[in-house]
């Protein structure tokens, strides 16, 4: 059986992270995967590398009429030859193409899209006929993205199917022992409490936000650190940002690693201050190298922390709680120890690869024979 995704990004996000594990594991469970995605792109790159094959023969590189008119037609022919059962769409733009290319044939694929964030639907009538007709499947990321899908009322309930995103465990448990290799080449002192987030460095991520709380926390906590991890369109801000403040020598931005489990294995507590977050694959992370969290309570965040038990959350654009919290985990280490085990054993229970690889290829089968039967 036969399912081409396509990804219209060109970066690595937790988007594109969830899709290459998808496709794992789905492989690994006899079925044929296709990756329709930019050539340049980073999961491009990644799938290759790990034996997923990829089609670069639509571009999804803008919406400009001429640019889409060519990638209907190649997206038409690409599954002409492919001829696949279904058809798993990840984001807006390729979801469009794919709309333009399938929607006026009798017969076509299972067309499913993932809705991976809580950015608001549009409600143009395009987005209504895409959601209400076009999509025979939305699989959300998150209660909250359930939530939000429901609250459409072109979008057919039954038509949404909760699938959270995962991460390989044992991946970030074998990462463990690079934690002094990792702190040694950032320059962190036997002493320092690390404190790492990661993620693009995108405005509803709110690097902001931890940047306004980081004087509360020195104030505090002098020997803290701050590791972020990843790139985006407000790298040279944060860095100018970092440079006017003097807070350099606290706060190490290291751009984009493709060793994030490493570099997680060096801090002692992640944070993560989203203003939005579909799901929260840095928290899943964070979690699986047995860190404690603190997070703001936003989207699909609270889905993953439970407060208290696994994690602290606090409220989104609030820099004093987001200090306080940090300072109360870097004041005692053996309350980071319990938060972080419990993190790291609800993230093996609900949030495996296995797991992920398990209720997709379920909720393919499901669907297949919701066709036949149609």
């Given at each position: 059986m036969r399912v081409l995704h396509t990804n219209f990004l060109r970066g690595w996000g937790g988007q594109s992270n969830r899709i290459l594990m998808e496709c794992e594991a789905l492989a690994s469970r006899g079925w044929e995967i296709l990756l329709s995605v930019p050539g340049e792109s980073e999961l491009a790159r990644r799938a290759i590398t790990r034996g997923i094959p990829v089609d670069s023969s639509v571009s999804y590189e803008n919406m400009l009429r001429s640019v889409v008119r060519n990638d209907v037609r190649r997206f038409r022919q690409l599954v002409e030859r492919f001829q696949p059962e279904i058809v798993h769409l990840h984001g807006g733009r390729d979801s469009w193409i794919a709309a333009?290319?399938?929607?006026?044939?009798?017969?076509?694929?299972?067309?499913?899209?993932?809705?991976?964030?809580?950015?608001?639907?549009?409600?143009?009538?395009?987005?209504?006929?895409?959601?209400?007709?076009?999509?025979?499947?939305?699989?959300?990321?998150?209660?909250a993205i359930v939530a939000q899908c429901s609250e459409k009322p072109y979008i057919d309930p039954r038509k949404l199917v909760l699938i959270p995103s995962a991460c390989n465990v044992v991946d970030f448990m074998r990462a463990a022992s690079a934690r002094e290799k990792v702190r040694s080449e950032f320059g962190f002192a036997p002493d320092a409490v690390v404190i790492v987030m990661s993620g693009r460095l995108r405005p509803e991520k709110g690097h902001d936000i931890l940047l306004a709380a980081v004087p509360?926390?020195?104030?505090?906590?002098?020997?803290?650190?701050?590791?972020?991890?990843?790139?985006?369109?407000?790298?040279?801000?944060?860095?100018?940002?970092?440079?006017?403040?003097?807070?350099?020598?606290?706060?190490?931005?290291?751009?984009?690693?493709?060793?994030?489990?490493?570099?997680?294995?060096?801090?002692?507590?992640?944070?993560?201050?989203?203003?939005?977050?579909?799901?929260?694959?840095?928290?899943?992370?964070?979690?699986?190298?047995?860190?404690?969290?603190?997070?703001?309570?936003?989207?699909?965040?609270?889905?993953?922390?439970?407060?208290?038990?696994?994690?602290?959350?606090?409220?989104?654009?609030?820099?004093?709680?987001?200090?306080?919290?940090?300072?109360?985990?870097?004041?005692?280490?053996?309350?980071?120890?319990?938060?972080?085990?419990?993190?790291?054993?609800?993230?093996?229970?609900?949030?495996?690869?296995?797991?992920?690889?398990?209720?997709?290829?379920?909720?393919?089968?499901?669907?297949?024979v919701a066709r036949r039967l149609a």
């Open positions: 333009l290319a399938l929607g006026t044939k009798a017969r076509r694929p299972v067309i499913i899209r993932t809705k991976h964030n809580v950015f608001p639907i549009s409600d143009h009538w395009f987005n209504r006929w895409m959601y209400g007709r076009f999509f025979d499947g939305i699989v959300c990321l998150s209660s509360r926390v020195l104030q505090q906590v002098p020997h803290a650190k701050f590791l972020l991890l990843g790139a985006g369109s407000l790298e040279g801000r944060i860095a100018r940002e970092l440079a006017e403040h003097n807070l350099t020598e606290s706060i190490h931005l290291a751009g984009f690693r493709s060793d994030v489990a490493e570099c997680l294995s060096a801090a002692d507590i992640a944070v993560q201050p989203s203003r939005s977050e579909g799901l929260g694959t840095a928290v899943i992370e964070a979690a699986a190298a047995g860190l404690p969290v603190v997070a703001t309570a936003v989207g699909g965040i609270p889905d993953v922390i439970v407060h208290g038990e696994t994690g602290i959350l606090v409220p989104p654009e609030n820099p004093e709680a987001l200090a306080d919290a940090i300072v109360q985990l870097a004041q005692n280490p053996a309350q980071r120890r319990a938060l972080g085990e419990a993190a790291r054993l609800r993230v093996a229970r609900l949030f495996s690869k296995e797991a992920l690889g398990d209720k997709t290829d379920d909720y393919y089968r499901r669907m297949l």
